[in-house]
């Protein structure tokens, strides 16, 4: 049997981590979020991961110009194939999101008819 209040447990797992990471470092939240950002593309992330973080910088105040400062900072180090392969990966992410939002919309409507 599936317990309805935890359908998701382990993006559940993973949005604590990133709360405990925010409460446990010593940086700021706005200067954690671009470090996390940086480490994602070094590590060739997924696009969940950026969608997660994205959120997660979204919600200290953070914008696309943030996240260009910090691709553009670190494309020297970790290669233009790197960066490319992290910009498509955000766009797959926001897409996403995106996507979510919309189909979370038209089920809200149909509940209300």
Known sequence: MTDATNDTPVLDLLA???ADSFEASTLSPETLFLVR???LVAVDAPPVSYAL????GGAVGLDP???????TAIAPI??????AAAT???VTALAAEIEIAALEDE????LDD
């Open 16 to 18: 604590r981590m990133t």
């Open 37 to 39: 950002v940086a480490a």
């Open 53 to 56: 973080n994205l959120t997660a």
């Open 65 to 71: 110009e943030d996240l260009r400062g910090v691709l």
């Open 78 to 83: 970790v290669g233009t194939a790197r960066v």
């Open 88 to 90: 498509g990966n955000i």
């Open 107 to 110: 089920l809200d409507d149909e």
